[in-house]
């Protein structure tokens, strides 16, 4: 839901429009600033915590359904959540080193 | 018409049948399967009952989509041939007739029926309900158990322990009407793997619904509904559930 | 219930579902695209990473990370994961009446009003978040 309402507009903005210039961001101190606030930096967290989790359940339960291999349940579970978790945990210490 | 024939005795596997089948405008998909049986094979098997939409005995796949056949005109499949298999999902019988046993268990076990904690005495007189609470519930209790939600559902065909559309939007159709109680009987089989959280939404039993009853609504409210309740089971599990 | 223990019934014909299933209908096929555009989420959210750890490096890596992100083939496939995104969001959000069915004095709010409200914030969010990021 988060990433239905936030995804689009921040890839349209940060890695289409800026790069090819046809929109003009902050400037670069405002960003840094921007990215260091701890509020932000919290979002961000929570954004990626959910987009990486919303990722897994819908790839574990997209597994079964095409590929018919729910008796690996438990298996794929374990990956995919460990993946979701690990992904997390690193984005966690990425961002809490920032600033 | 290609008719996939299944007459176990002779073969292994299913093969089709081609029939040639006259088309009037009236005339259903079922008139064309009547047609076959009355003129050209006497041992076509297939199931039906009302002709009119509502016993729910007539569906099956009609160029690879479930349908009532008795609600699909002839007409608006034209140019043929087409092609009729048994409903997707269910082990088949004999030609187009599956076996339902296993959705008539799912059915039961969500317990469609008013549950009630204590009876009123009869003299007591009946349990009204106001046009608002009727609404409440109204569209689930159209479901016919025609299983066309089954026979498009991918999830039960792939993983037939899932209880499936019909089964929970009926439990819905209880657990949302003001004169029941056996919300929480009901919660005991649906909120599992199997239940509602089997569903990965491919929305397609509510498409097929030919009753309107939109199954696929139904297991998405239970999943929020009973999300609430977990979450208020957590945060005050001192309130009463 | 569990088909484990239902009868064996040697002479009923149990059809298999083949694996490219979803490949037959249009319908299936899109169910099975929104749920693998959930990638394209998991990888904009490591992009979102990096992002932040390049800012926070300074402006000689962040200058080369835009490069990196201005380079034609990388731009093209930004736009391609802004397509994929775009349809998980719109999937998304025209699921949402399905699920949530408010009342407001006891009436059931309609299927539409829930719908475009959803649109409604989806279209605040993104105005919001590009006035936030774009310059004044």
């Known amino acids: 839901m988060m990433s239905a309402l936030f995804l689009p507009i921040l890839v349209a903005v940060l890695f289409i429009a800026s790069p090819l210039e046809l929109i003009e961001l902050l400037t670069f101190g405002e960003l840094q600033e921007l990215v260091r606030l701890p509020l932000v930096r919290l979002a961000l967290f929570g954004f990626v915590f959910l987009s990486f989790f919303h990722w897994a359940h819908r790839f574990r339960y997209t597994i079964y359904d095409t590929l018919q291999v729910s008796h690996l349940g438990r298996p794929i579970a374990l990956l995919t959540y460990g993946i979701a978790t690990t992904m997390t945990l690193l984005g966690a210490w990425v961002l809490w080193g920032i600033g | 018409m290609e008719v996939l024939r299944y007459r176990p005795e002779e073969e292994a596997e299913p093969t089709w049948e081609s029939f040639e089948v006259p088309v009037h405008p009236e005339w259903m998909v079922l008139d064309g399967l009547n047609h076959i049986k009355d003129q050209l094979d006497g041992t076509l098997s297939y199931r039906w009952a009302c002709r009119m939409g509502v016993c729910g005995s007539c569906g099956m796949m009609v160029n690879g989509r479930p349908v009532l056949t008795c609600a699909t005109y002839l007409e608006s499949l034209l140019p043929g041939p087409l092609r009729i298999e048994p409903l997707s999902g269910f082990p088949v019988i004999r030609d187009l ?59 039960y065909q792939i993983e037939p322990e899932f209880i499936g559309p019909a089964a929970i939007a009926l439990a819905q159709r209880y657990n949302m009407d003001s004169r029941d109680e056996g919300a929480q009987e009901r919660m005991d089989v649906l909120a599992q793997h199997e239940g509602i959280w089997g569903c990965t939404l491919v929305g397609e039993c509510s498409e097929v619904c030919p009753k309107k009853v939109d199954p696929a609504g139904a297991i998405q409210r239970y999943k929020v509904s009973a999300s609430v309740d977990f979450f208020k089971s957590v945060l005050m599990p001192w309130g009463e559930r | 219930m569990n088909p484990e223990y239902s009868r064996h019934e040697p002479k009923w014909y149990r059809p298999k579902v083949p694996i490219f299933w979803w490949l037959k209908q249009w319908a299936y096929f899109k169910f099975v695209a929104r749920e693998l555009t959930s990638v394209l989420v998991a990888y904009s959210a490591v992009m979102l990473l990096v992002l932040f750890v390049v ?31 775009l349809f998980h ?41 590009t006035w936030v990021l774009i310059s004044k």
């Open chain 2, 97 to 155: 007739v599956g076996d339902i046993t296993d959705f008539m268990g799912k059915l039961s076990s969500v317990k469609p029926w008013i549950v009630r904690d204590t009876e009123k005495p009869v003299e007591d007189g009946e349990y009204l309900q106001t046009p608002e609470e009727l609404a409440e519930y109204k569209q689930y209790s159209m479901c016919i158990n025609c299983m066309l939600c089954y026979a498009a559902c991918p999830v």
């Open chain 3, 55 to 85: 800012v926070d490096r300074g402006q000689v890596s962040y200058l080369e990370f835009v490069s990196w992100l201005s380079q034609p083939s990388v731009v093209v496939f930004h736009m391609a994961l802004f397509l994929g995104l």
């Open chain 3, 89 to 129: 969001s719109v999937t998304w959000l025209n699921i949402a009446p399905m699920a949530i069915v408010p009342k407001v004095g006891g009436r059931i709010v309609p299927a539409k009003a829930v719908l475009l409200a959803h649109y409604a914030a989806w279209f605040v969010c993104s105005a919001v978040l």
